[in-house]
Each structure stands twice: as C-alpha cells, then as structure tokens.
C-alpha cells in the first residue's frame, strides 16, 4: 500500500469524499481533520492512516494541497472519479 499509483477501494473512498466535500465547501477544499473524522467515525482506522492515504495520494498527484490543512482534486484525481463512474454505468 505504499505505491500511490495503487489505487485501493479506500482511496477511491477517500477521492469520493473528498469529491463531495469540495462541492459543499465554499471554498472548495476539504479540510484533513473533516476527511479524518469522517472516515475514522465510520470505520477502525486510526487519524495517522488516514494523513498518510491523503499524503500519497496528493504524492501521487491525484490530491493537490492548495490551503494548510486543506485538499482538493487535481485533473488527475477528476478524471480518475470519471472514469470510474462510466465504467460503473456500463455495467
């Protein structure tokens, strides 16, 4: 799990919730500790696992950090989403 162009159905997650947040935040970003209490809230992963899942997907160039504490989708990181959901009507 430690290659960032490995992309697991938790960071799909991660990408999707960051994804929403975006779209509801004025500023469009998700603030790290809301994607941390999130996640952490609906499952047994600790807040280290999921600042780490965030840091590799920004290293892979799939999250961009525009803001201290702050993330958002990059071109990548969108396509990545699109792709996944026109795969998900074909089927």
């Not at 790290?32 to 280290?48: A, G, P, Y």
């Not at 958002?72 to 969108?78: D, E, F």
């Not at 996944?84 to 074909?90: A, D, L, T």
Request: hydrophobic share 40%.
């Amino acid at each position: 799990m430690n290659d960032p162009e490995k992309m697991t159905v938790e960071r799909f997650q991660l990408l999707w919730l960051v994804y929403e947040i975006c779209a509801q935040n004025k500023f469009k970003v998700a603030p790290v500790q809301e994607l941390i209490n999130i996640i952490t809230s609906e499952r047994n992963v600790k807040s280290v696992a999921v600042r780490k899942m965030v840091w590799e997907l920004g290293r892979g160039g799939y999250l961009e950090n525009p803001l201290r504490g702050c993330w958002r989708l990059t071109q990548k990181g969108k396509q990545l989403l699109k792709e996944i959901q026109s795969n998900q009507e074909r089927v």
